[in-house]
Nanobody, 127 residues
Framework: VQLQASGGGLVQAGGSLRLSCTPS????????MGWFRQAPGKEREFVSG?????????YYADSVKDRFTISRDNAKNTVYLQMNNLEIEDTAAYYC????????????????????WGQGTQVTVSS
């Protein structure tokens, strides 16, 4: 599975960006896709995720809840991260990650749970 992430850029505080991630290759109907971010000098942290296993479950970090929305377009096989009301603290490289098969809730927010990673897209929020 290869992941193609896009949509980063430079935006002023309060602005919006939409990130996209498209997995290619063999995938199953049960999967989890997550967005993580890493700022310079900091550890990679979970941002948001969507788990598809029978039903669909969405997950958010507390720091982005009510500002970011994760969604998927099954027809395009693409997952989006709509980021609104961006803050300077959101500046980071954003990575999409993919995990094929079933995953339990406690594993969704762990970077080590994912098997495949995209190349990262930079989001810079200025004042």
């Amino acid at each position: 599975v290869q992941l193609q992430a896009s949509g980063g850029g430079l935006v002023q505080a309060g602005g919006s960006l939409r990130l996209s991630c498209t997995p290619s290759g063999r995938t199953s109907s049960s999967y989890t896709m997550g967005w993580f971010r890493q700022a310079p000098g900091k550890e990679r942290e979970f941002v948001s995720g969507v788990r598809s296993s029978g039903g669909t479950t969405y997950y958010y970090a507390d720091s982005v809840k009510d500002r970011f929305t994760i969604s998927r377009d099954n027809a395009k096989n693409t997952v989006y991260l709509q980021m609104n009301n961006l803050e300077i603290e959101d500046t980071a490289a954003y990575y999409c990650a993919f995990r094929d098969g079933r995953i339990i809730t406690s594993e969704v927010k762990r970077a080590a749970s994912y098997h495949y990673w995209g190349q990262g897209t930079q989001v810079t929020v200025s004042s």
